[in-house]
């Protein structure tokens, strides 16, 4: 048997029996249009030898399509537990035997480690992230679960311009900068927010990354520390952005200096290079 993907009478007939009303806490908007869902597994170009994690599987239409599209192995890890009780019938019922392909994990995203999954270790995420966490479970699974390669989610549109700009973008900021430090980036598509069930305010956009190294040997919590500090007054030049983090403005501005960066300059001009170059002067 091959997947049958859920429709929208589909979703909301499950969810009537389930007694789910879709929660904005969550972030619960599920995808109801098959077009979308196909493009996504698609798009994950996934191969015989990947395994799949995917966060917020809700009712199992992505989950499905996955199936469909030949996902080996899928762990599925949904916080909301009357959805992660049933999602394993709904694959049963409309994957056949393909659901035993799917492990279910009631967890929240972001809590999950590497030891949670088991003997898994998934290469690619794929999942249609809650608008309210995608950043932050974003920026949890890739150090939580070393074992990523890439992956394709789907994000509130301004957040992925977000993840995806480039040093002295208008939009750019700490999360790009965060997820540059694990990851190149770059935009997948547009996706339309008919084809949600709730529709919400806003539409959402795809975004693809390949992870790769770390750009310099710098303990990652002193690079994200001088991160925050310089978005944390983003309108104000580094050597005054960055006194509290350097204990001064003078301080600052020497660390800047021994980095070669201009104290003058303002965080959104510098790439995740330029801030590890610039947290290893305070190790020093």
Known sequence: MSAILLGASAVRELARQLGIRPSKRL???FVVEHGTLRRIASGAALTGADVVLEVGPGLGSL?????????????????????????????ADHAGDLAARVTVLNADALAV?????????????????????????????????PSLSRGLIMVQAEVADRLCAAPGSRVYGAP???????????????????????????????????VHAPP?????????????????????????ALAGW?????????LLRAAGIDPR????????AQFAALAAQRTI
Request: glycine fraction near 4%; avoid cysteine; hydrophobic fraction near 50%.
């Open 27 to 29: 972030g619960q908007n």
């Open 113 to 145: 480690t590497a030891a949670d999954l088991g003997e898994a270790d998934p290469t690619v995420l794929v999942a249609n992230l809650p608008y309210n966490v995608a950043v932050p479970v974003l920026l949890h699974l890739l150090p939580a679960v």
């Open 246 to 254: 350097a204990g001064s403005a003078p301080e600052a501005e020497r």
């Open 216 to 240: 310099a040997p710098t303990p990652r919590s002193e690079v994200f520390a001088a991160i925050d500090a310089a978005f944390g007054q983003r309108r104000k030049t580094l050597r005054a």
């Open 265 to 272: 300059a303002r965080g959104e001009s510098l790439t995740v």
């Open 63 to 91: 989950t499905l399509a996955l199936l469909e599209a030949g996902a080996a192995r899928i762990v599925a890890v949904e916080i909301d537990p009357v959805l992660a009780s049933a999602l394993p019938s709904t694959l």
């Open 176 to 210: 790009s900068v965060k997820l540059a430090w694990y990851a190149t980036a770059k935009p997948a598509g547009t996706v339309p927010r008919t084809v949600f069930w709730p529709v919400p305010n806003v539409d959402s956009k795809l975004v693809e990354f390949t």
